[in-house]
């Protein structure tokens, strides 16, 4: 075979174009230093693919073989011409441009093995690919330092790569934030022109962001009472202190995908389309603007979820990891802060540090019921110790403001016992309009069903994560177009769904979570107080949502409780929690973070437990979907696509006649299909997508009532 003689490092069959790997590297070096002010960048992009000089790589390659390792030459020759901990940082990061972040001791062990094929492939390479010319930074590395270098090495590969294919760059979503600050202003003075108490209110909150975004970078807490309007106040002190300091962008993150639409439409009607980035579980896969900047955040608005944005700073994964360069220089807002993990505070609070001091983001914790101030984790004394820096209140007298924002009165009559559905039931069939939120699944599809007994029909809406994310979507617009309606949902509804009830019932549980409940009564804040009626359930609340509710049982006892509930009150139970939680899975997170342990901590930190099976549902469009899985098996468009018709259920939750198993090993692994229609025994297929790395199950019966229907109802 007449191989070029220029190395080359990909070659495009369908068209007959070939790129020269000399240009791939110095190209993808020039782009890493545009993503990272780290020095290094530049010699990760220029040797993160010296494998492909070995002659049997280029042979390869010719032959249309894939699969030969070439990212260790380079993590050789970084480990041997930079010297100090930031030469292992350099070859960490290469030897993991695919595979992923390994642990040091593992690192070692494979450049030890692969060292002669390495020194091979060196040989071959041009001496200014080599040239080692470059310092490396002052301090020692830190993992965030590490993954924030791994990041614009992988954007800047796979953006080259795209830009070879495609024959073209990628469109740039930039606009400039002076641009954007002047349209929410045009926004919010058309929202300010009709004036009420409530308007009048609001707008203080945002003249108060505003003000509060001339003040140094750093970490501000935005404590608003619900109804206050804090997504667009606080998109105010954003925008403005970004103008001010030269701040990048903004990333809004939230901890629920039930309202991250409904956020992110808010600024799409303020922004435009272009401008905001939605990435979550459930976005629609057919925007092309979202399948060309989810993958590395350059919007200059993002909103996401809490979960994505933490463990992402966390992972060890390629693909996860390629947005943390956008995140310097960003303005960062962490929606309902009380949700964020307490077992998880050491390493969250550290990150939120890291993002400040050393890539010189500022940090707003936004919140109704704002937790106790962050602290930061000792390594040497393995302790939590005070914040080091001030923490800026952006609301300077919340007393006053939660005073005059008063919506609701608070009964707590229905907590002195035991207080059954059947009951409960009786109370809300005899009102035009309420909101029910139950602890569990089966708790709100109990009452649902008592609600129809005592009705004769079934009027009431229920919602739940047993619907997926399309039907929840279906039942929030039937409950927009029909205010007096009677709703049953679980926690999902608590914190920033656009809907009001003139009377919330709410399972007793955390003071947080009812504060946040009744977030949902008398929103716009009518001559009239809402009720918010507090009952205990005759089901307990699951996993520590017993012991949240056991300190609220104690504060009622005390009377510390009444018909209105502040700050004051918040504080009290957060301190109370915070003797009771456990942070040694924080700790341990941590002491694997200071000694770059990768996989174990991408392993450890989970803002959620993965405890479910992933089940595809025939909803709607769904049902066209879930027919392609069938047939064709995974890709990575089609599992973007069905995220919207997926739910979460645990083992005793279903039976197994009614779903349909799937089995996939991942990337070139086999499919294999359980009961009829499956995937097709033993047929091969390809995906790239890391969804498709899980046991997956498609669900054969779907209720339009509760999400999936329960043989054991006696349906079947």
């Known amino acids: 075979m007449l191989l070029s003689s220029c190395p080359l490092a990909r070659i495009i069959v369908s068209s007959s174009r070939s790129q020269l790997l000399d240009d791939h590297l110095l190209s993808t070096a020039r782009r890493a230093s545009a993503f990272s002010r780290n020095p290094l960048a530049e010699l990760a992009g220029r ?7 070995h002659p049997d790589w280029q042979l390869d390659l010719h032959a249309n073989k894939h699969g030969r390792d070439h990212s260790t030459a380079g993590a050789v020759h970084a480990a041997k011409h930079v010297s100090g901990a930031w030469g292992k940082v350099l070859a960490l990061i290469i030897a993991g441009h695919h595979s992923g972040l390994s642990d040091m001791p593992k690192l070692a062990q494979r450049l030890h093995e692969k060292a002669l094929a390495a020194s091979e492939a060196i040989h071959e390479t041009p001496a200014a690919i080599l040239a080692s010319n470059v310092p490396s930074p002052s301090r020692q590395p830190n993992d965030l330092d ?4 791994y990041s614009a090495l992988i954007d800047a590969d796979r953006l080259d790569a795209e830009a070879f294919e495609m024959q073209r760059e990628r469109p740039s979503r930039h606009v400039p934030i002076a641009q954007l600050q002047r349209r929410l202003d045009a926004y919010i003075a058309k929202k300010e022109a009709t004036l009420s108490p409530l308007s009048s209110i609001r707008r203080e909150i945002r003249i108060a962001c505003e003000t509060a975004a001339a003040s140094v970078p750093g970490l501000f807490r935005l404590t608003v009472p619900t109804g206050g309007g804090k997504t667009l106040a606080s998109m105010a002190f954003a925008l403005r202190h970004a103008e001010a300091h030269g701040k990048s962008r903004i990333i809004v993150a939230i901890p629920f995908t039930s309202i991250i639409e409904q956020t992110a439409q808010v600024y799409r009607d303020v922004f435009g389309g272009r401008a905001v980035l939605e990435h979550h579980s459930t976005t629609d896969p057919d925007n092309g603007h979202w399948r060309q900047g989810v993958d590395n955040w350059e919007a200059p608005v993002i909103v996401t979820t809490t979960v994505q944005f933490f463990e992402s700073l966390h ?18 807002i962490v929606d309902e802060a009380q949700t964020l993990p307490m077992d998880l505070a050491p390493t969250i ?6 993002l400040i001091t050393d890539y010189g983001c500022t940090v707003v914790l936004s919140t109704a019921s704002q937790p106790l101030p962050p602290q930061l984790y000792n390594p040497t004394t393995k302790r939590l110790d005070k914040w080091p820096s001030d923490v800026t209140e952006i609301m300077p007298d919340v007393y006053s403001l939660e005073q005059r924002l008063v919506r609701v009165k608070y009964d707590w009559t229905r907590c002195a016992e035991k207080f059954s559905y059947a009951s409960l039931a009786s109370e809300v069939a005899m009102l035009p309009a309420a909101l029910t939120i139950t602890h569990r699944r089966p708790d ?7 609600l129809d007994r005592a009705l004769g029909d079934e009027t009431t809406l229920h919602l739940s994560t047993l619907m997926c994310a399309a039907h929840r979507s279906e039942v929030l617009a039937a409950v927009k177009r029909q205010p007096q309606c009677r709703v049953v949902s679980t926690q999902l509804v608590e914190a920033g769904v656009d809907f009001s009830f003139p009377v919330v019932y709410k399972a007793l549980s955390g003071l947080d979570s009812i504060v946040q409940a009744a977030g949902r009564c008398n929103r716009e804040g009518g001559a009239v107080l809402g009720d918010v009626r507090v009952f205990d359930a005759e089901t307990s609340p699951p996993g520590d949502l017993r012991e949240r509710a056991a300190i609220v049982r104690e ?12 700050n004051k009150e918040i504080a009290t139970y957060f301190r109370r929690l915070e003797k009771k939680v456990s942070l040694r899975n924080g700790f341990e997170i941590m002491e694997a973070r200071r000694r770059l342990d990768f996989p174990v901590v991408a392993a450890m930190f989970r803002m959620i437990a993965q405890t479910g099976t992933s089940i595809y549902v025939p909803w709607g469009k769904g049902a066209e979907l879930v027919a392609r899985l069938r047939k064709e098996g995974p890709s990575c468009d089609l599992l973007r696509r069905l995220q919207r018709y997926v739910i979460v259920l645990h083992e ?7 779903v349909e198993t799937l089995h996939w090993c991942g990337a070139g692994g086999r499919a294999s299909g359980g009961g009829s229609g499956g995937v097709g025994s ?3 297929k390809k995906c790239d997508c890391p969804l498709a790395l899980s046991t997956q199950a498609v669900l054969e019966r779907y209720s339009y009532r509760f999400g999936w229907q329960l043989r054991r109802d006696g349906e079947g």
């Open 555 to 566: 504060m009622l006892i005390e009377g510390r409780l009444g018909g209105l509930v502040g």
């Open 349 to 354: 609070h550290d990150m939120i540090h890291k």
């Open 315 to 332: 992972t060890d994964r390629p693909g996860r990891a390629r947005k943390l360069h956008s995140l310097e220089s960003a303005v960062i």
């Open 146 to 149: 590490v993954r924030m270098l």
């Open 682 to 684: 033993g047929s091969e």
């Open 47 to 53: 040797w993160h693919d010296l494998g492909k000089y």
């Open 652 to 658: 005793e939750d279903y039976i197994s006649d009614d």
């Open 444 to 450: 709100a599809q109990q009452l649902c069903r008592e």
